[in-house]
């Protein structure tokens, strides 16, 4: 189960993140209820202990609670109680950053609007001497008007793995273009394996990748649209185009962030996260191989959208400094539960560059080639792309993919949306 999963064009954490979480959910009002997972006690002065509550979603990989409640006990210096929301976190949480008795310390996805409602603090105090560590997109994402307000906890890169026995059978090389990935999978279908699969919904997970592997982005860097160009447009075609060859999965059963397709032999290629891995080696043992999404054409790149989760402090936080303080020693200082974090659970990419250098299970295989994709053609999220954007942006793919819809007229649509969006927040 993944980590997380992007806001362009997504199904499932439309779901959890890029939907915004948080603040997107600003409106909602609706008291947390009695369990707050904050100790009942204040504190941080005077010599005793503050007492900081930290808030988690509900990971699916097995020993990930375990490991968090350790990690909390571990900590000397204040209190540290977690709480472990399984559900509707992004509700859960929006409300109690609303609220006095919300988390000191939460995980989530920034958006622009976290900082206008003051729901979150600066934490360049506490990255000052490893900013230079860390990947610029992933400082980027979690950065506003030259601040940066959350520590990454774990990078997830979404890529597309394929069985190399599959395509060495075929004669078929990896593809390169979207081209290759459209005729790859025509080649490989047959009556009883499909080309690829990319979702139940036939593709949108992919509309972000297309933007940037055809040298477009969502947004520009001055929070302009950066979906608009002609090889964007191209691009959305070409994924209608892979899902009316009917070479495409549908009716899987599970959806693209799940392994099943993949491991049951039930298609030969799947867009998913690096979270998957461990899975498809249990299945496939070597017979995995992986590319990023591929490239428009000669004059454009592939691309690697590298999601993941963050960790913040909030601004209605009583120990604000001593929330700060334990942020730092758990996801800056202690190395080895930063390691553990990343994998020894699930699958996924420690967000210190030292760290993923030198960590063993990802320095050979079909693990140390994603983490080299990420590195090479990773792109992270815009903090000023809003819910009300994605939308607009999932509904142009579902248009486009599905419908066959002109790629341009929807464009023209989406566009609008992002604009007003982009009016609301910078005048």
Avoid at 242 to 250: G, T
Avoid at 272 to 290: C, H, N, R, S, T
Wanted: charged share 20%; net charge neutral; proline share 5%.
């Amino acid at each position: 189960m993944p980590a997380h999963v992007p806001n362009a064009g997504l199904t499932r954490r439309d779901l959890l993140k890029r939907t915004g979480g948080l603040a997107a959910l600003a409106a909602f009002t609706a008291a947390c209820g009695g369990n707050t997972g904050r100790p009942s006690s204040g504190g941080g002065s005077g010599g005793t202990k503050a007492n900081l509550s930290q808030w988690y979603h509900q990971y699916g990989e097995t020993g990930t609670q375990q490991a968090a409640t350790r990690y909390a006990k571990a900590y000397t210096d204040s209190n540290v109680s977690v709480q472990w929301t399984p559900g509707d976190y992004d509700a859960k949480l929006a409300s109690g950053l609303l609220s006095s008795k919300g988390p000191d310390v939460f995980e989530g996805h920034f958006n622009i609007a976290m900082v206008k409602s003051n729901q979150v603090v600066a934490l360049d105090d506490i990255m000052a001497d490893v900013k230079d560590d860390f990947q610029p997109g992933d400082l980027a994402t979690n950065t506003l008007d030259g601040k940066i307000y959350g520590v990454r906890m774990i990078i997830d890169p979404q890529v597309i793995y394929y069985r190399k026995s599959l395509l060495d059978k075929a004669g078929i090389k990896p593809p390169e273009t979207i081209d290759d990935l459209i005729s790859a999978a025509k080649e490989l279908t047959t009556n009883k394996v499909k080309g690829i699969f990319v979702g139940n919904d036939g593709g949108n997970v992919m509309g972000g990748p297309a933007v940037y592997a055809s040298g477009g982005t969502l947004l520009t860097d001055d929070n302009k649209p950066g979906f608009t160009g002609d090889s964007t447009a191209q691009a959305f075609g070409k994924l209608h185009e892979l899902y009316a060859s009917k070479s495409v999965l549908l009716g899987a059963p599970t959806d693209w962030w799940d392994p099943t397709a993949i491991n049951q032999g039930l298609v030969a290629m799947q867009f998913i996260g690096m979270w998957a891995v461990p899975g498809m080696q249990k299945a496939l043992g070597d017979d995995i191989g992986v590319i990023p999404f591929p490239k428009l054409d000669a004059q454009s790149k592939p691309a690697v959208y590298s999601g993941g989760w963050t960790q913040f402090v909030s601004a209605k936080s009583p120990n604000v400094d001593a929330a700060k303080k334990f942020v730092k020693w758990l996801w800056i200082d202690k190395e080895d539960y930063q390691e553990d974090w990343s994998l020894s659970y699930g699958f996924h990419i420690p967000p210190r560059k030292s760290l993923a250098a030198k960590a063993s299970k990802l320095q050979s295989g079909v693990a140390a080639d994603t983490v080299k994709l990420t590195q090479d053609h990773g792109y992270t999220d815009n903090p000023a792309w809003t819910p009300k954007m994605g939308t607009a942006f999932t509904d142009l793919l579902t248009n486009v993919i599905k419908k066959g819809a002109d790629p341009a007229a929807e464009i023209a649509k989406a566009e609008k949306t992002v604009n007003a969006e982009l009016q609301r927040l910078f005048g």
